[in-house]
Structure formats: structure tokens, C-alpha cells
């Protein structure tokens, strides 16, 4: 995986971080940057984390699978994104304004599943998983702390596109793992 994927994929992973950034700036109103330090540290942290815990999970399945490795990607990437994508449609409540460390905690874990198991495809395609986790922790932080941001200054605009885009991403990205795994690319 290089680079670019790497971006892309991080970038399809923090959009559900994101759409909850989102509905917090919208319920904070007036909002400092506290506020947006909090989101990312929670959600970053989490999205991080997630994918780290997930690639050691796949590393005692790797050599059981190995050969189908790509398929559990591809499986995997778009149930995801499908997933993400259906979501986008559906109307949502939006959380409170409570940024507290149970109701954060818990937002955070539900925003970051699908990093759980985007780690364990990692684990099965032989990603480096540190500087990996890293770079989505970090995306994730931004997106999430601009995302409290643009809640507050434009409302629930951005939400569900963001979802769809963030959804679609994943779902290309295994379509080129399946396609290269089948050496097509």
C-alpha cells in the first residue's frame, strides 16, 4: 500500500469521525478550540488504535488464509463502505453537545469498528501497522477537529456527503486490492 492509498484510505475511515464532528459543532453552537483538540484526540486516538489491535487479530489467522487474503480485503473494504454509504442516506439523530469522557468514549469506539477491521486486512496484506495507524490517527484528528468546526459554522451541510464519499473510497480501494490480488492490475 502506498502512499496515496494509505491518505485515501485514512481519509475514507475518518469521514464517520467526521459526520459526528459535524453534529457535535452543530449542538455546541459556539465552539473554541478546546472543543476541536477534544473531538480529535478522541476520535484520532481511537482510529489509531482500532487498526493496531486489528492487525495483531489478523496476524493469527494470516497463515490460514493467506491465500485468499485479497478476497477478505475486498469483503471486508466494502461491507465497510457499503455500510457507510446506507448510513449517509438514513436520517440520524445528531449527538448532544456532551463532551464528557463516557459519552466521548463511546462515540469514539462506535466511530472507529470499521477501523478494526480495515487492521485486520492490514495484517493480511503485510501493511507496516505503525506508521499506518499513525497516519490514519492523525487524518482522523484533523478531519474530526475541522469537522466540530464546520458543524458549528454551517450545520449538517457536509454530513451525509461526507459519509458517501468516505464510503466510496473504501470500496475502490478493496476493488484495486481484489484486482491486483487476482493480478489484473
Known amino acids: ?3 496515496l492509498e ?3 484510505l ?3 475511515l475518518s469521514m464517520d469521525a467526521f459526520a459526528v464532528s459535524v453534529c ?3 449542538s455546541l453552537g459556539s465552539i473554541c478550540w478546546k472543543h476541536m483538540a477534544l473531538a480529535g484526540l478522541w476520535f484520532g486516538g481511537f482510529q489509531a488504535l ?3 489491535a486489528g492487525y495483531y487479530l489478523g496476524t493469527f489467522f494470516t497463515d490460514i488464509i493467506t491465500s485468499y487474503n485479497y478476497w477478505i480485503a475486498f469483503a471486508l473494504l466494502t461491507l ?3 455500510n457507510m454509504i446506507k ?3 438514513e436520517a440520524e439523530d445528531c449527538p448532544d453537545a456532551n463532551m464528557a469522557a463516557p459519552a466521548m468514549f463511546a462515540l469514539a469506539v462506535a466511530t472507529s469498528i470499521d477501523a478494526l477491521a480495515v487492521g485486520v486486512t ?3 496484506m503485510n501493511v507496516s501497522i505503525i506508521p499506518a495507524a499513525l497516519s490514519i490517527g492523525c487524518v482522523t484528528f484533523a478531519c474530526s477537529a475541522v469537522g466540530v468546526k464546520a458543524g458549528s459554522l454551517f450545520g449538517l451541510k457536509y454530513k451525509s456527503k461526507a459519509e458517501r464519499v468516505g464510503g466510496a473510497v473504501l470500496i475502490l480501494i478493496g476493488l484495486k486490492i481484489l484486482l491486483e490480488g487476482l493480478q489484473i492490475l
Request: proline share 4%; charged share 10%; glycine share 20%.
Open 50 to 52: 482500532m487498526p493496531t
Open 80 to 82: 465497510i463502505g457499503g
Open 1 to 3: 500500500m502506498n502512499g
Open 6 to 8: 494509505l491518505l485515501l
Open 87 to 89: 448510513e449517509s442516506f
Open 10 to 12: 485514512a481519509l475514507g
Open 122 to 124: 492490514f495484517a493480511f
Open 24 to 26: 457535535k459543532g452543530l
